[in-house]
């Protein structure tokens, strides 16, 4: 089992950077695909950027492409979301989620493990 904790979230203006990071306690994490998620008030939760066990291969958002990057550190178990030129629709509640299989997936369902969140607003 695996227990997730974001941080890094904030305010951000328009076209600034944020850098969020999940840290995770467990034995088996370097065997987990991860991924980031986020919910904006009054919308369902949406894939944002995930990775399979080793970083090697990842996938994002079209709404997010080029912009963000996901990565991952096995040896401190810790998994990042670099975000620039950040945009007000960016705003929403950012979480981490943990799956317990090598290959990464995209959608909610997929995801066994969940943190907290975190709060990201950009400002115009």
């Known amino acids: 089992q695996v227990q997730l904790v974001e941080s890094g979230g904030g305010l951000a203006q328009a076209g600034g950077s944020l850098r969020l990071s999940c840290a995770a306690s467990?034995?088996?994490?370097?065997?987990?695909?991860m991924g980031w998620f986020r919910q904006a008030p009054g919308k369902e939760r949406e894939f944002v950027a995930g990775?399979?066990?080793?970083?090697?291969?990842?996938d994002y958002a079209a709404s997010v492409k080029g912009r963000f990057t996901i990565s991952r550190d096995n040896a401190k178990k810790t998994v990042n979301l670099q975000m620039n030129s950040l945009r007000p629709e960016d705003t929403a509640v950012y979480y981490c989620?943990?799956?317990?299989?090598?290959?990464?997936?995209?959608?909610?369902?997929?995801?066994?493990?969940w943190g907290q969140g975190t709060q990201v607003t950009v400002s115009s």
């Open positions: 989620a943990g799956r317990p299989y090598t290959r990464l997936a995209t959608t909610t369902p997929d995801y066994a493990y």
């Open positions: 467990g034995r088996t994490f370097s065997s987990y695909a």
């Open positions: 990775l399979n066990w080793s970083g090697g291969i990842t």
